[in-house]
């Protein structure tokens, strides 16, 4: 009788494996449902999303990045479609649902090919070659632009804007744009660099969105210490401290004994000549404004508020940088060391009040490194969404800046891609050829959602779009609001080169990644994988569904 052989178990119980063309279907198609969640978001005519959460607060926006982080997307595939919005977020600040839609597109031609039994290796060597060819395209066909052309520069932002719920307000936000990426822009070995973090959005709800305003300077959401202080100084002469204006308290413990009642008022007086030092310190200086990072004496407070002196308390360290970038002033971390040379100047400082709030602006600085965009809007939604729109705008202009290339817009250089990488498709011998037309036609995702979006026959447009690049009009885009075909350069329709050749990185990265996955396996509930297990297979896997 022959003998049993024992089944060998190396995964722990309640995992479940998926494999071969299974786990590929079921990871491309949770792909393509992320990429269909912000599909209707693009262009000008996208609609937006409502997203509220267990706790019932609403977000309203179109962004994708801030869609997809809201949704709390569970499958593991999806969620590396997120990472890319958020990769195009965090290197650009706009694109996010382009670079979204494209890889889902991507993904989705691919299943065509694995279908017709190309090997998943082939498809993503053609995906590999197609990116490369495109980084090569885009840069040979994009524009030049430098931080002289502000009215390119204004169009950019404008761009970033249409659609979105700021769009009845684009020229003039479009301008405090421009003016505030302009402002904090430094060249360095003749490349300028734009450091974002030196453009504070300030919210505030109240008024309405015209009432936005560019502060050549720092706002603060803090209020001066004393009542008896000015509420407004101008010429400010501006200390910057990072020490607290108070008696220091012993490193150790330590007693003191006291065995006279004289000895008590002696140690109050000396404990008040101590302040009074600080205080008289900061005088000669000949500073009238101070903010400092940690505390306030009440009786320095007091003295300050006499002479004339405003100021703040418990400022962040984040915010006395920029105060010192926009003003020139030294951040001074001991009292003793204070001096004229390191103050920084300002033309006026004052208390603005918003309802019960109050807030301190630092304005009209001279070359300011660092500036505030004061965001206003009727509700708090309003403003959220405001905010994501300036953002979406500054990250823009920046990457135009600092790419120096930018191309047009309305689907015009998805086309001319597109026409490219056909011609280069002929050049390639084997199945890469097919993987390239596949990434061709993904390509052509964003100009066919275009057309959708306004209602038009995608199919009609890209026919006609086809034919005009065909012809020589590199940048032939759709006008979603007259339907009609027209050169996008020509209608001021322009963005930043680094949008286009992020989302395609990108995209095509991690649809090359989720293709070589011919294996899934979601860890039983007691493994400490860290993967919820599924529920009916991998067809059930969380968040699959979407929503």
């Given amino acids: 009788m022959p003998q049993q052989v024992q089944p060998i ?49 609403i977000t309203i926006t179109n962004d994708g990045v801030t869609i997809l982080q809201e949704m709390n997307i569970e499958h593991p595939t999806a969620k590396m479609i997120v990472e890319i919005a958020k990769t195009q977020e965090a290197e650009v600040g706009d694109g996010t649902t382009t670079a979204v839609i494209l890889a889902g597109e991507l ?57 979105k719920s700021a769009e009845s ?109 600080k205080v008289n310190k900061i005088l000669a200086s000949g500073a009238n404004v101070v903010f400092c990072q940690k505390g306030i004496d009440d009786t320095a407070q007091y003295f300050l508020a006499k002479n ?103 689907g015009s250089v998805e086309i001319e891609l597109a026409k490219h990488l056909r011609k280069y498709a002929d050049s390639l011998e084997g199945k890469e050829q097919l993987a390239v037309i596949a990434f061709a036609n993904a390509v052509e995702v964003v100009p066919r959602t275009l057309a959708e979006s306004a209602g038009l026959d995608p199919i009609d447009k890209l026919a006609e779009l086809k034919s005009a690049h065909d012809k020589g009009q590199r940048w032939a885009g759709i006008d979603v609001f007259t339907g009609k075909v027209r050169d996008a350069w020509k209608a001021n329709v322009i963005e930043p080169l680094k949008i286009k050749t992020q989302a395609i990185k990108s995209a095509s990265e991690v649809a090359t990644m989720i293709l070589r996955i011919d294996d899934v396996f979601a860890g039983g509930r007691n493994s400490g994988a860290g993967m919820p297990a599924p529920r009916g297979g991998m067809g059930g896997m969380p968040g699959m569904d979407m929503m």
């Fill in 308 to 410: 004339g002196v405003y100021a703040a308390r418990r400022v962040a360290k984040s915010d006395l940088e920029k105060l010192g970038k926009a003003t020139g002033a030294n951040i001074v971390t001991s009292l003793k060391e204070l001096a004229a040379k390191d103050l920084g100047n300002a033309g006026f400082v004052e208390e603005i009040k918003f309802g019960d709030e109050q807030m301190t602006a630092v304005r009209d600085c001279k070359n300011p490194k660092a500036v505030t965009v004061l965001v206003r809007g009727g509700t708090e939604h309003v403003v959220a969404e405001i905010k994501r729109t300036l953002t979406d705008g500054i990250g823009d202009v920046r990457s135009a800046l600092m790419s120096g290339k930018v191309v047009a817009g309305a």
């Fill in 169 to 277: 307000h684009k020229d003039y936000l479009a301008d405090l744009i421009v003016t505030a990426v302009t402002s904090v822009a430094e060249e360095h070995n003749s490349k300028l660099s734009v450091d974002l973090t030196n453009i504070k959005l300030e919210k505030k709800v109240g008024g309405g969105i015209h009432d936005t305003e560019l502060v050549q300077g720092i706002v603060l959401d803090k209020e001066r210490v004393h009542p008896g202080m000015p509420t407004q100084v101008k010429n400010a002469k501006i200390a910057i401290l990072d020490c607290a204006i108070e008696v220091k308290d012993t490193e150790t413990d330590a007693k003191i004994q006291i065995t006279d009642p004289r000895q008590i008022q002696a140690f109050i007086d000396q404990e008040e000549k101590m302040i009074m030092d």
């Fill in 107 to 163: 993904l989705k031609n691919a299943e065509g090919l694995l279908e017709q039994n190309v090997h998943p290796t082939i498809v993503a060597k053609g995906f590999i070659l197609a990116e490369a060819k495109s980084q090569e395209v885009l840069n040979k066909i994009a524009e030049d632009c430098s931080i002289k052309d502000k009215a390119l520069l204004k169009n950019i932002a404008i761009t970033a804007m249409t659609g």
């Fill in 9 to 57: 178990f190396i995964l722990p119980e309640g995992t479940t494996k998926t494999s071969g063309r299974t786990a590929q279907k079921l990871n491309i198609e949770a792909a393509k449902l992320v990429a269909d969640q912000v599909r209707t978001t693009l262009g000008p005519k996208g609609m937006d999303k409502m997203i509220v959460d267990s706790l019932g607060d």
